[in-house]
């Protein structure tokens, strides 16, 4: 299939760009209360938004809308039917619940935002600056306090020096890159390996790994022939927009720590930290460098902390390495499942997500000492499409008991409810018992990323 090229103008830069120099950010989430008002106030920003010939040094600017959103917005209803259904059925009907493991703590009843009882969230802001103040500046301007909506909640999050989580691992590591974005050189001088998949697979319009064009929401109302045209000659309502996931995760950094403290003590009953921070490699799948345990088991190397040049099949089939259910190898088994080394790439293609998350809170001084303040990730990933892409990821493979031959285990850092985890050694495996939760759910919601023609179009509804 003869490679797309790519509308860098017409795609928000956030598909293109993780910001990376941009540290500071802010998520701003709006109830529409007057559409009048708020297709001005979308006109009115129009210019303001960032796209993927861009790149800008100061701060870039990018938006989305739910689906309550958009119908708000004067989108009618034939034309919300082409949208993705779990798009337009958002994160929290009880069964996505169950797929999500979005239950008991982590329900929808219990979120701070995005939840059945909370404000609808309409319209997301998403900010990037350079530093803190040019941040304060841009959330400060008249342009972020509209008429016609309600500002719901600010979430602010930034980047830390070291580009680690509150965990404290380095974020970020294994990224797929979008065929004909111009990424993958970057990638492999940082890695040395990338990934390159069809553009389809999170651009709507596009070719994906299917070798098919990515299903894209449509329009018959287009008299001001603003969108372009699809094959039935219908408005293209979705080329190069996305669908995008965003999810408030609080992550529970000493009770991660002290429960790999304790199981790591010596015969003496006394810390053994070396062996503290070896236990917390194996549930994660990395060093705290980033460097991966298949291509160094027994010590951290930071040498190899963007390592991304591996594969696991041949590496490390056992999981003797990589624990076979630790957290990096759930999210992307590369190569490892079924019997078809060739089938089990092509589903791990058809899986990926783009990245673009955030940390949120201050970094915990003592992590083995709970300081009592709310710190967490803003996990945000985009895709074309969120069941076949981020559903299926959580489904199954991280809250699949039975994982590559695993039973009665979850992804042990961000899973439903873990237990237990399974270390695969020789001569005798040994199994972690007593594992809790170590992050909660506080909000989420899908989000649709329009391209820029279509967010022309938006702001033309009424």
Known sequence: MKMDQLEFSDIQGLLLSSYSSLPCAAYLMYEILDAGAASEWLQQILPCITNGTQRDKVSSFNIAFTAEGLSTL????????????????????????????????????????????????????????????????????????????????????????????????????????????????????????????????????YGNEYGQPSESPSTRLDSRQVLPKNQRGDGDLGRNGSYLVFRHIQQRVAQFWNYLDNIARDVNDQPDPVRREFLGAKLVGRWKSGAPLVRTPNADDPKLSAANDFEYRRLDSHGLKCPIGA????????????????????????????????????????????????????????????????????????????????????????????????????????????????????????????????????????
Request: net charge positive; charged share 25%; proline share 6%.
């Open 74 to 205: 004067g989108v009618d209803q034939a034309t919300l039917a082409t949208f993705s259904f779990a798009f337009a059925e958002g994160m929290t009907p009880e069964y996505r619940s169950r797929i999500l493991g979005d239950t008991d703590e982590n329900r929808p009843a219990a979120w701070t935002w995005g939840g059945p009882t909370t404000q609808p969230i309409h319209v997301l802001l998403m900010l990037f600056g350079r530093d803190e103040s040019t941040l304060a500046s841009l959330v400060g301007g008249p342009e972020f306090a509209p008429a016609g909506v309600r500002l719901v909640i600010k979430l602010e999050a930034g980047r830390h020096p070291d580009q680690k989580e509150h965990f404290g691992y380095l974020d970020g590591v294994g990224q797929p890159v979008i065929e004909g974005s111009g990424n993958k050189k970057r990638q492999v001088n940082r890695t040395g390996h990338a990934t390159e998949i069809k553009p389809g697979e999170f651009i709507l319009g």
């Open 327 to 462: 957290h990096i190898r759930r999210a992307n088994p590369r190569n490892s499942l079924g019997s078809d080394e060739a089938e089990a790439v092509k589903s791990m293609r058809r899986h990926r997500l783009l990245r673009r998350g955030r940390s949120y809170g201050p970094r915990q001084a003592d992590p083995m000492v709970d300081d009592g303040k709310d710190r967490g990730l803003f996990f945000i990933a985009l895709s074309a499409d969120i069941e076949r892409q981020f559903e299926f990821v959580q489904q199954t493979w991280v809250n699949n008991p039975t994982f590559g031959g695993l039973h009665g285990e979850v992804d042990p850092l961000v899973g439903h409810k873990p237990t237990q985890f399974t270390l695969q050694a020789e001569p005798v495996r040994r199994r972690l018992l007593g594992l809790s939760a170590f992050v909660a759910i506080r909000g989420g919601a899908y989000f649709f990323l329009p391209g820029l023609k279509a967010l022309r179009y938006l702001s033309s509804l009424l």
